[in-house]
């Protein structure tokens, strides 16, 4: 059993700053799933990364797979309050998720 | 948009009765799932299942838990005599179907379980 290690736990920032948040793990991934997840609700996924060195842009967000397909990092480029919420990665090989980012942006 | 569809959104039942939550993946996906996320703890699997039987199961997912698909539309989760432990949000997803990437999970929205 892989364990996922999301860092941070808790991020705070204001509106229009950077941040990235990582996902890593000691196993390899054939695959790595990064979803966000709001209060009440279940997780909506945003991307899939396949192939080591893989990074993938979905508007203000860009993924990256580690190399090695052991980590990943998702960057937001000038957050903005809509992207508060939970960003977990969960891994295909035995569905487990990571205990996930939570994310706050402020006003 | 093809979406997963959760029944009820909430449910309340008493300790020890038999609860069933329903879930209707997307029509064309081969893989189904449960998950179940206690508040404010991670989303944790507990089964995953494939042409009509378990392929994967955790440790949580004991004797007490059991899933089927009835029909061609609907995936169940049958828990037989609720603890008060079981209080969750219960997820269900699908996967494997068309063009998306087989393992590429999608989420329902969920059913709040209490159990008093």
């Known amino acids: 059993t892989q364990l996922l290690e999301q860092s941070p736990q808790f991020l705070s920032i204001q509106e229009g700053e950077n941040l990235t948040v990582y996902c890593n793990s000691s196993?390899?991934?054939?695959?790595l799933q990064w979803y966000r997840q709001e209060p009440g609700e279940g997780p909506v996924l945003l991307v899939t990364v396949v192939t080591g060195g893989e990074v993938k842009k979905l508007k203000r967000l860009t993924f990256q797979f580690g190399d090695a397909r052991k980590d990943s990092s998702l960057h937001i480029t000038a957050a903005q309050p809509g992207d508060t919420g939970l960003y977990l990665c969960a891994a295909d090989e035995d569905m487990r998720f990571g205990a996930g980012t939570r994310l706050t942006v402020k006003p | 948009e093809p979406e997963v569809t959760q029944t009820p959104s909430h449910q309340v039942t008493q300790m020890g009765q038999e609860v069933i939550l329903r879930c209707v993946p997307i029509s064309n996906h081969l893989y189904f799932y449960w998950y179940r996320q206690i508040l404010g703890q991670k989303v944790e699997f507990l089964v995953s299942?494939?042409?009509?039987?378990?392929?994967?199961k955790s440790e949580i997912f004991d004797d007490q838990f059991s899933v089927e698909r009835p029909d061609g539309s609907n995936f169940t989760l049958k828990i037989r005599s609720t603890k008060l432990e079981d209080s969750a949000m219960y997820f269900c997803a699908s996967s494997g179907g068309g063009e998306s990437y087989q393992e590429t999970q999608y989420f329902g929205p969920g059913t709040r379980l209490l159990v008093l």
């Open positions: 196993s390899v991934f054939s695959s």
């Open positions: 299942f494939y042409n009509n039987e378990i392929s994967e």
